[in-house]
């Protein structure tokens, strides 16, 4: 493996492409490429390190070690059979396999995962007699499976667990965001940490906290134990400790307000809990307030919310976002305001036109972020338009 020159694909959700992109460039990336869900790009073994460290809009780091061409599967267990298995891990390591198909002649993940494992098992036993262990949950080396029609790619995972799980959540809520989304939302808003910040629906209270990191500068993965480069042959514990210090050395002081209301006690305390896991009771202010009986109290605002789902708790759609326009209207004057929904028909009830639209997947439901402006005039309703 150059671990001077390593090919890097970092996968993202649908929708923040470009937004990983910057942070991947400012990380020092080279060789910037934008793909469908990831980023493509070209770096060291630092890099690597700090981009699994740092970086908000990442989900997985893969490192591709060996492509080709399979037809059947036959071809298919004889090309990984002799791929050079020890380069990448010892047979005392346990190992795991996630895959991706795209395939006629592969149709079965499960299939391929297995016929991959056993082509690795083999290999150790044929070489060393020996064979190492298949570990699901906690594997020391985990390797992609990525299949797209006969074009075969096996990649090393260096992340390990995705990058969502920050390690600073304690509780969710009902219908919880992920950490990923949420970063990626609040950089879409242009949240930069100068002004200040309200979650009007807070939930659990991912957004704010991703919220507070941002403006801290805290690293994504600052509350994180493991990653799985930390496995490798090859790994630079020197240098990874250098990287953290250093970013750590970087985490600024915030002076602006973050903010979160919501009507559910058990939800402000699973807020809190999550608040307290993250260290930000210095920073973050939750309390219960019904966002309909609520006016401005910060100046400058930036309002972010994912307000319920109606395909997972049951609301009055129509009611309910007219309530949130009509809060919009009259008691946040000069204030852009940020919501995700799936329900395209009653976001029309806000009675604003969003000013932007953004397309985005919360799990498997497709969404869209829109961007609402009030200004002194905004109290008269606007001509709504579909937002599709």
């Given amino acids: 493996m150059d671990t001077e020159n390593l090919q890097i ?9 470009q937004i990983l992109a910057e942070e991947v460039k400012k990380l020092g990336g080279r060789k910037v490429e934008v793909k469908n869900r990831a980023v493509n790009c070209e770096g060291d073994l630092g890099f690597l390190y700090k981009v699994n460290y740092s970086a908000r809009t990442a989900l997985k780091i893969l490192i591709p070690i060996h492509e080709f061409k399979a037809f059947n599967q036959h071809q298919f267990y004889d090309r990984l059979f002799k791929v050079s298995w020890e380069e990448f891990m010892d047979v005392d390591q346990s190992f795991a396999i996630d895959a ?3 395939s006629e002649t592969f149709k079965h993940s499960q299939f391929v995962t297995l016929k991959m494992k056993d082509a690795i098992v083999d290999y150790f036993q044929d070489k060393f007699r020996r064979r190492p262990n298949v570990e699901t949950r906690s594997p020391d080396i985990k390797f992609h499976l990525h299949i797209d029609r006969e074009l075969v790619t096996i990649s090393l ?3 390990g667990d995705a990058l969502f799980k920050r390690g600073y959540r304690r509780e969710q809520g009902e219908a919880p965001i992920n950490e990923v989304l949420a970063s990626g939302m609040l950089q879409l808003a242009g949240w930069d940490g100068k002004g200040n910040f309200l979650d009007p629906m807070c939930g659990s209270g991912t957004l704010l906290i991703e919220a507070a990191m941002i403006a801290m500068d805290l690293p994504a993965q600052t509350f994180r134990k493991r990653f799985a480069f930390q496995n490798w042959k090859n790994y630079d514990a020197e240098l990874f400790a250098k990287i953290k210090e250093f970013r750590i050395n ?17 939800m402000l305390n699973a807020a809190r809990m999550n608040i307290e896991a993250a260290e930000m009771e210095d920073v973050i202010e939750v309390r ?3 966002f309909f009986d609520s006016k401005k109290e910060l100046f400058p605002l930036l309002m972010v919310f994912n307000p319920p789902y109606d395909e997972r708790i049951s609301i009055n759609d129509d009611d309910f976002y007219k309530k949130i326009g ?7 004057p000069n204030t852009l305001a940020w919501l995700i929904s799936s329900d395209l028909e ?5 009675g604003l036109r969003p000013s932007r639209k953004i397309k985005l997947f919360n799990g498997k439901l497709e969404t869209r972020f829109l961007q609402y402006e009030m200004y002194e005039g905004t109290k008269k309703i606007h001509k ?4 599709k």
Avoid at 326 to 332: C, E, L, P, R, V
Avoid at 346 to 350: F, S, T
């Fill in 157 to 159: 995972d260096s992340s």
């Fill in 288 to 290: 219960k307030q019904n």
């Fill in 346 to 350: 009653a976001v029309k009830k806000i």
């Fill in 250 to 266: 970087r985490v600024k002081e915030f002076t602006g307000k973050i903010v979160g209301y919501d009507i559910d006690a058990r």
């Fill in 384 to 387: 709504i338009e579909n937002p």
């Fill in 326 to 332: 009509d809060t919009f209207k009259t008691h946040y």
């Fill in 9 to 17: 694909q970092i996968k993202t959700f649908f929708g923040l492409e």
């Fill in 100 to 102: 991706t198909v795209n």
